[in-house]
């Protein structure tokens, strides 16, 4: 099955630093999706993207969608402690017949920032 | 705009005992889908929910069980609870069955003793 690899596993940086994190799988996905998770709360929708190649935005928050539409990535640029969580990445499972929102989720990437 | 919410936050069972969950989802959806969240683990998918039937399933067990009410609002049932069942709940809406925008609520947390 569509199984989503998420690298690296944890990271452990200073306030003002850049992050960069990545989301592989096996097979295609046709759209992407970034979540984060504080510690005892629901996953957050982050951004999402839906063409190969597209780069999109949110603040300090810059996510792109492979090309091979196997992977993914997300950069966050000059950290603040407020990043601290879990970054899921997501992908609607590939079902016969079309569009499904049923989500696979990555392993998630533990990000931790000092100030 | 109230989003997503669920009830209980925290629950503790035993095994074998029977428990449900409840969500409302975010004002002007649909559809409803329930995830299991294992600790140190992604979400994991155990069913949708639209117009007050199941339209898709994880790999869960019968023992997992839902109803969608006509105010879209939905619950999760989860009988004989092992203790492998110990997770966070996650309950998810969307604008209709195939919205990949999902909002998540907060969880209930359930211990399983």
């Known amino acids: 099955g569509q199984q989503l690899n998420q690298s690296p596993q944890s990271m452990f940086i200073q306030e003002g630093e850049d992050v960069s994190m990545n989301c592989t799988s096996s097979?295609?996905?046709?759209?992407w999706l970034w979540y984060k998770q504080d510690p005892g709360e629901g996953p957050v929708l982050l951004i999402a993207?839906?063409?190969?190649?597209e780069l999109t935005s949110n603040g300090r928050l810059t996510a792109q969608f492979g090309i091979t539409r196997k992977d993914s990535f997300l950069n966050i640029s000059a950290s603040i402690p407020s990043d601290v969580g879990i970054y899921f990445c997501?992908?609607?499972?590939?079902?016969?017949?079309?569009?499904?929102?049923?989500?696979?989720f990555g392993t998630g990437t533990l990000l931790a920032v000092q100030p | 705009d109230a989003g997503v919410t669920q009830s209980p936050t925290h629950l503790i069972k035993t095994r074998g005992q029977q428990v449900t969950l409840r969500c409302s989802p975010k004002?002007?959806?649909?559809?409803v889908s329930w995830y299991q969240q294992a600790l140190g683990q992604g979400p994991q998918f155990i069913f949708q929910?639209?117009?007050?039937?199941?339209?898709q399933r994880g790999n869960f067990p019968d023992r997992f069980s839902g109803h969608q009410f006509p105010n879209y609002s939905s619950e999760l049932n989860v009988n004989a609870l092992l203790l492998g069942d110990s997770a966070l709940y996650l309950c998810?809406?969307?604008?209709?069955?195939?919205?990949?925008?999902?909002?998540f609520g907060p969880g209930t947390r359930l211990t399983v003793l």
């Open positions: 998810a809406s969307s604008l209709s069955p195939r919205g990949v925008w999902q909002y």
């Open positions: 997501a992908g609607p499972q590939d079902v016969y017949g079309g569009a499904t929102n049923k989500l696979i």
């Open positions: 993207l839906y063409k190969a190649g």
């Open positions: 929910y639209y117009e007050e039937e199941e339209r």
């Open positions: 097979s295609i996905f046709n759209t």
């Open positions: 004002s002007g959806h649909d559809t």
